[in-house]
Nanobody
């Protein structure tokens, strides 16, 4: 079993940037796919990006493609989400999750962090 803790959220103006971190504890983290999901008030949870254990072959939602970059450092047991050119519609609680499959479905992720709030102002 692993535990995940997100950090790096905050308030930023539209057009700005943030880097979220997802730090893991526990064994075998380096064998898991890690995904980022977000949920805005009144909306369903939405896939943002995923990265397999190898760090190769990342996946992004169309809404963030070209603006967000997911990466991982297995030596630090940390996955990052670098967000640029932020828009108001990116405002949400961002969660990282770990699972055995490289997937955009939240159902394929067994372990979840508590989330970090990202608020983009106009």
């Amino acid at each position: 079993q692993i535990q995940l803790v997100e950090s790096g959220g905050g308030l930023v103006q539209a057009g700005g940037s943030l880097r979220l971190s997802c730090e893991a504890s526990g064994r075998a983290f380096n064998t898991y796919t890690v995904g980022w999901f977000r949920q805005a008030p009144g909306k369903e949870r939405e896939f943002v990006a995923a990265i397999p254990w190898s760090g190769m072959g990342t996946s992004y939602a169309d809404s963030v493609k070209g603006r967000f970059t997911i990466s991982r450092d297995n030596t630090k047991k940390t996955v990052y989400l670098h967000m640029t050119n932020l828009k108001q519609e990116d405002t949400a609680v961002y969660h990282c999750a770990a699972g055995s499959f490289f997937s955009s479905s939240h159902r394929d992720y067994a372990y979840w962090g508590q989330g970090t709030q990202v608020t983009v102002s106009s």
